[in-house]
């Protein structure tokens, strides 16, 4: 396996500015060739199909940094991004007497990076944390940038806070263990940055994208760091998505109504966000923003990647109804007004509304039958 040399991206939030570290084995670096969060204990947060396979790891490359060092191990699953599983991380802390010089480190996918860094940034009002993601989603998105919640039954991601790390671990190593239905799962993502801000890294999909479904070495570094630099960008611009940083949603309404809808962990993320991008795709060239040449470009690269290019039924008697609902429930919905990260030409993102009666169209159009 070809082994990548490590890399660094800089999130320049001024006080909050941190590293990104991309490599082969770099979490066998912390503490040696990386500066770690300063503390006198630290906390490792994972669940319990990553745990296994990377906490010594992470212990032998943290040990000689932090005193004291322990465990929280969750259940998997997007279904366990709640309360409960929450004050699970809470419960531990508090029973280990942690103050404000404990150090977490959120080890896994999305969900345990959400959980412990929302859990950071609420215990003692705030201690320091690292991320370290162990997905291709993760690492391409949710461990970037300072986001973090836990879902509510009636919307995902709706309570949480901006929190940022002050540190993320990128080891590509650790996509040798992933599921390949995980790994589509983070292409979504990985596509995502193509039509709403780099059209070159589209065509380089299109060009490339066998060789990241066989998880090639270089071709995931590749695209791995151009996600990074993306975001890093874009943060850099808006942290607290004001405004432009609301553009990374792009597919994220249509899917978030799908995963809240189906329930949990039925459909992945990135298979929601796959089928909301072409919903979206599909809601822009109706608005005349794009062509149908477009629409199809995507759609066919998404399908290349192994996710869903259709979204499922929610309600029988009134599937769009249902959709509409869901969609209301949303960060970026204003006064009950639901607003959309469209395309706005190849390689630019717009946020619009949209009459109710043209996303039913597309709802109808793009949804299993």
């Known amino acids: 396996m070809q082994s990548i040399p490590t890399t660094f991206i800089h999130i320049d939030l001024g006080q909050r500015s941190y590293p990104i570290a991309l490599g082969s084995g770099v979490i066998a670096m912390l503490g040696t060739s990386l500066s770690l969060p ?20 992470l212990i032998a490359s943290i040990s000689a940094t932090y005193s004291q060092i322990q465990t929280v191990v ?17 419960d531990a802390l508090l029973r280990q007497g942690c103050d404000r010089k404990t150090v977490l480190y959120a080890l896994g996918g999305g969900v345990i990076g959400d959980m412990t860094g929302f859990a950071a940034a609420c215990y003692m009002r ?65 596509i995502k940055y193509g039509p709403i801000a780099d059209m070159e890294l589209f065509a380089w999909l299109e060009a490339h994208m066998d060789a990241l479904v066989a998880r090639e070495r270089g071709a995931l ?3 791995v760091k151009r996600s990074c630099e993306i975001k890093a960008a874009v943060v850099g611009a808006d942290e607290r998505e004001a405004g432009l940083r ?14 809240a809808g189906m329930g949990y962990g039925v459909w992945l993320h990135g298979e929601g966000v796959a089928a909301g991008m072409v919903m979206a795709a599909h809601l822009s060239q109706r608005l005349g923003l794009v062509d149908g040449s477009f629409v199809e470009r995507l759609t066919r690269l998404i399908e290349r990647a192994g996710l869903p ?45 949209a009459p109710d009666a043209l996303v039913r169209e597309v709802i109808d159009q793009c949804c299993a039958s």
């Open 38 to 57: 300063v503390g006198t204990a630290a906390v490792i947060v994972s669940n319990a199909t990553v745990a296994p396979l990377y906490v010594s790891r």
């Open 74 to 90: 969750l259940p998997d699953g997007e279904a366990h991004k709640n309360w409960a599983t929450l004050n699970l991380i809470f």
């Open 126 to 190: 705030g201690v320091p944390f690292v991320q370290v993601p162990t997905t291709l989603l993760a690492q391409v998105d949710s461990s970037v940038g300072g986001k973090t919640a836990i879902n509510h039954p009636l919307g995902k991601n709706m309570i949480g806070a901006f929190y940022q790390p002050q540190l993320v671990v990128c080891d590509l190593d650790t996509l040798d263990t992933l599921p390949a239905r995980e790994l589509a799962a983070g292409l979504a993502e990985v």
């Open 221 to 223: 570094a590749h695209v």
């Open 246 to 259: 609301a553009i990374l949603n792009f597919g994220h309404t249509f899917g978030h109504a799908i995963e």
């Open 309 to 353: 290019t259709r979204g499922p039924v929610l309600d029988a008697q009134d599937n769009a109804g249902r959709y509409l609902e869901l969609m209301r429930v949303d960060k970026k919905a204003e006064g009950g007004e639901i607003r959309f990260v469209l395309i706005d030409g190849p390689g630019k993102a717009v946020m619009r509304a």
